[in-house]
């Protein structure tokens, strides 16, 4: 009797835990994310994780960098702020292309911004 309210108890426990694992968050797509953006320090708070390329070709967003937020409304147009509780993402620039979830480059020219 001990035995069998044992291994009730530890099966009911580890049904418990194991599905109270927090869920990850899933991928959003790269040309959903544009306007009042956050650079985020810390992997852990971001919405995205991007990597920034060096060539324009092996970008999956050319970004372009907003200086009024009321401008940053369509694909690759990112206004940067300050304050993480005005962004509508948090992105986080990776160091390792492994790790990004996409790679933007930044442009110059906001006629060209946007998703490729």
């Not at 194991?18 to 899933?26: C, E, I, M, T, W």
């Not at 544009?34 to 967003?61: C, S």
């Not at 937020?69 to 986080?92: E, K």
Request: hydrophobic share 45%.
């Amino acid at each position: 009797m001990n035995t069998l309210a044992i291994r009730c108890l530890v099966l009911f426990a580890s049904v418990v835990f194991v599905s109270a694992r927090p869920a990850q968050k899933p991928l959003l797509d790269p040309c959903r994310v544009f306007g009042i953006v956050f650079i985020e320090t810390d992997r852990a708070f971001a919405d995205v994780r991007v990597f920034v390329e060096e060539n324009e070709h092996m970008a999956r967003v050319n970004v372009f960098r907003e200086d009024n937020a009321l401008y940053a409304d369509r694909p690759g147009v990112w206004y940067i702020t300050d304050d993480r509780n005005a962004a509508d993402f948090r992105v986080y620039v990776e160091k390792n292309r492994s790790f990004a979830q996409f790679s933007v480059f930044y442009i110059d020219n906001p006629s060209f911004a946007g998703c490729r």
